[in-house]
């Protein structure tokens, strides 16, 4: 099938397909992703899940319990991801949205060998958007959730995954790590 014949939904699931490599590719480049284990499950259009198994110093305290700013870190980052997409060179992508707002529930303490994030749209519109983010245990139970107010910004965010890897090659090379 030709170009200009291409299909409307083969074009979408392309560019799904891109947002989600180029999603994968910076919760890989992510400081936050890197020092708490963080890895992307899906991103679709509508959601975005993360998974962390928590086995880093930063994600428990002494008790085996987990840290709420752990927590926090998870959904927000899902919450992050989710309003960003495709930008028109490859390998960037634009955030046409800023966080404004972000309102945090604690539900309950866990020990859980995991957790996991996920953010979906509330609202979605051209100025404005909120996006709900719950952090679940591996039993399934919910442990934080969280609302967050987006206002739309007048020139979208752009960012390239080449000038992040570039950035980030100090990082990877210390001794440390």
Not at 12 to 24: D, F, G, I, M, Q
Not at 43 to 64: D, F, N
Request: charged share 25%; net charge negative.
């Amino acid at each position: 099938m030709s170009a200009e014949h291409a299909s409307p939904i083969g074009t979408r699931e392309s560019r799904a397909a891109e947002w989600e490599a180029l999603v994968r590719e910076l919760t890989e480049l992510d400081v936050f992703c890197r020092a708490f284990g963080i890895e992307l499950v899906l991103a679709e259009s509508e959601r975005v899940v993360l998974r962390t198994p928590g086995k880093t110093e930063l994600c428990r305290q002494s008790t085996g319990q987990w840290v709420g700013e752990t927590l926090e870190v998870l959904a927000s980052l899902a919450a992050g991801f989710l309003p960003t997409s495709p930008g028109s060179e490859p390998g960037t992508f634009v955030a046409p949205y800023g966080a404004t707002v972000r309102t945090i529930y604690h539900l309950r303490p866990s020990s859980s060998a995991s957790v996991e994030a996920e953010a979906r749209w509330v609202r979605r519109g051209r100025t404005q958007a909120v996006i709900e983010a719950t952090v679940r245990d591996a039993e399934g139970k919910e442990l934080v959730r969280t609302l967050s107010q987006h206002v739309a910004i007048p020139e979208p965010l752009a960012f390239s995954l080449a000038d992040l890897r570039q950035a980030h090659e100090p990082i990877a090379r210390e001794p440390n790590q």
